[in-house]
């Protein structure tokens, strides 16, 4: 109850901050071996002992979990207090501000409140059809107007809605949908198909993401882009996608209003689509044979037409990442980045009498880490080469607003970026024997955490779920999309003492009953030696990187080495 979280906080905070963040002798590690590639540079002696304790994560995890911060929610008194307990914490560590002076950095942000019309009507081939908002259809939009509509606009079906020319696809070849409206699948080929050779098979890509297939339908000039939900390869159901889209949006403000953006972006259940389909003379099965086919070409569904409108509310606001320096000694115009997403929901509606979605493990632990190894930052007795860089950023529950915002904007210039080490949910059932790395195979990062993870006797999994894309859904996304090489790893596969039933159930219990729900709370029974261990592996990563006059680099084929090479 939110009395009793009160409580728990007021006193755990006073006795950790007489506390401080003195840690144990280290147990269980062992001495590094030599790491693969290029990652070959000693690491530093500072970091011969554990500096992270479970006590110091406890201390600031606490804080910024607390009722007092109100849920972390963007606009609200809760991200006042949020904000500038951060800065605070920096500022009292001794961490520089931002080159203007502030640990402040600006992010206008509009938010959205919008209510589309109560049926979506679909007419042509001689029929009628009208689909029931929330039932069989959720649409939304980023144009920073009162009213959007797309009025008989042509429904158009463009398979996955996929440019992309180092897979030799492309789902709009021949087809001008300006002014028309665009129906695609969810996920991409490789992963939604049954060709496991496609793309990187159920591994997804970034073409896979929901944002993506918007991005594009706007580039090609549509108006309007529906995506067909299907629970599977989306990895979630719909109920996922209502309580998302019934809510009020932040978007990032642009100098266009989002006159570039599609006036309606959407998502029709599967049985609509089927409808849809039907109604246009398609069969689904077949169209969905041929959409994961080379050569696929788009088609006209029949002389379909859509006419859909919402009425928005419009509130712009300044929300504000979160950022502090330790200046290098030697190369302190190179930084390395520490990212964490301070934000979460706010008040909302009460689940069992508590209505405070405090946010803990999403994101509190990341939150707890960031400002940990600050701390063991500035208490080693050896400072860092290259500058350091602590980054909490706004906007990630709403689509890593923040972090995109940065990149777009970066404080430090990208090209002299070394790495973005991004910390979300990080888990509070102890001492693991794994450390996954979502998005595995992607960097040279993954050799420097291998060596760190070896110091712990730990071991590399690549992420076991790649199909969900969860690569693409954390801050660290935002940098590797402009080309810096990201790192996003934590253990939570294995445990330490109780093995991978004991986690498995831990993070399915997480999933069913706290995530995104006021339950997500801080718990004085909690074990955060694992939040301690990771944080420690991500100091030991840092001063790596902080050591060496070399820059990581991507991986072959990977999509994002493009824009790495071109920004060098």
Not at 126 to 155: C, H, I, M
Request: net charge neutral; charged share 20%; proline share 5%.
């Amino acid at each position: 109850m939110l009395h009793i979280t009160r409580s728990v906080a007021a006193a755990g905070l006073l006795g950790l901050a007489l506390a401080g963040c003195q840690s144990q002798p280290a147990s269980n590690t062992t001495e590094a071996s030599q790491p693969e590639a290029s990652a070959t540079a000693t690491i530093e002696t500072a970091a011969s002992t554990d500096t992270i304790s479970s006590a110091c994560i406890s201390k600031y995890l606490q804080a910024v979990s607390s009722d007092e911060m109100m849920g972390r929610k963007p606009f609200t008194v809760g991200e006042e207090r949020s904000t500038k307990y951060l800065a605070d914490q920096f500022k009292q560590l001794g961490l520089k501000p931002g080159p203007d002076g502030s640990y402040f950095q600006a992010v206008p942000l509009v938010e959205i409140t919008g209510t589309p019309a109560a049926t979506m009507q679909i007419k042509g081939n001689g029929k009628s059809l009208n689909l029931q908002y929330k039932t069989d259809f959720v649409a939304f939009t980023q144009r920073e107007q009162p009213q959007v509509a797309v009025t008989n606009s042509p429904l158009v079906f463009a398979g996955y809605g996929v440019v992309a020319p180092e897979y030799g696809w492309n789902d709009y070849a021949g087809l001008d949908v300006k002014g028309k409206t665009v129906v695609v699948f969810v996920n991409d080929p490789g992963n939604a198909g049954t060709d496991t050779t496609l793309f990187k098979g159920k591994a997804m890509t970034y073409y896979g993401r929901w944002t993506y297939k918007y991005e594009e339908a706007a580039r090609q000039g549509a108006a309007g882009v529906l995506i067909v939900h299907d629970t599977k390869p989306a990895a979630y159901p719909w109920s996922v996608v209502l309580s998302g889209a019934i809510s009020p949006k932040l978007r990032a403000q642009t100098a266009d209003k989002g006159a570039s953006k599609c006036a309606i972006e959407g998502w029709l259940t599967l049985d609509a689509a089927k409808r849809l389909f039907q109604a246009a003379g398609q069969n689904y099965d077949q169209l969905y044979a041929a959409a994961n086919q080379k050569g696929f070409r788009p088609r006209p569904l029949g002389n379909l037409t859509v006419s859909a409108s919402i009425q928005n509310k419009l509130r712009r606001q300044t929300s504000r990442n979160v950022l502090a320096v330790i200046p290098g000694t030697t190369r302190p115009n190179e930084y390395i980045i520490y990212s964490a997403h301070w934000d979460h929901f706010g008040v909302g509606k009460a689940i069992a009498g508590d209505s405070i979605y405090n946010g803990a493990v999403d994101d509190g632990t990341g939150l707890a880490a960031l400002l940990s190894i600050a701390e063991a930052f500035q208490k080693a007795p050896q400072k860092p080469a290259r500058s350091i860089v602590f980054l909490a950023v706004t906007g990630e529950e709403q689509g890593l607003l923040g972090s995109a915002y940065y990149a777009q904007h970066p404080v430090f210039p990208l090209n002299k970026t070394v790495a973005d080490l991004n910390m979300d949910m990080l888990w509070p059932y102890g001492k693991m024997k794994d450390l996954t790395v979502i998005g595995y195979g992607q960097s040279e990062l993954e050799e420097y955490a291998r060596a760190a993870a070896k110091e712990q006797d730990r071991y590399i999994l690549p992420d076991q779920t790649p199909e969900t894309g969860m690569f693409y859904r954390s801050d660290h996304f935002s940098f590797a999309h402009v080309g810096v090489p990201s790192l996003y790893a934590s253990g939570g596969f294995e445990s330490r003492t109780r093995g991978k039933e004991y986690i498995a159930q831990q993070r399915q219990n997480y999933t069913t009953n706290m995530y995104h729900k006021p339950a997500d709370q801080f718990d004085p029974k909690w074990d955060l030696s694992g939040i301690a261990q990771d944080a420690q592996l991500y100091l030991r990563v840092g001063q790596r990187l902080a050591g060496e006059t070399t820059f990581p680099q991507w991986k072959a084929g990977s999509e994002f080495k493009g824009a790495r090479d071109k920004s060098m």
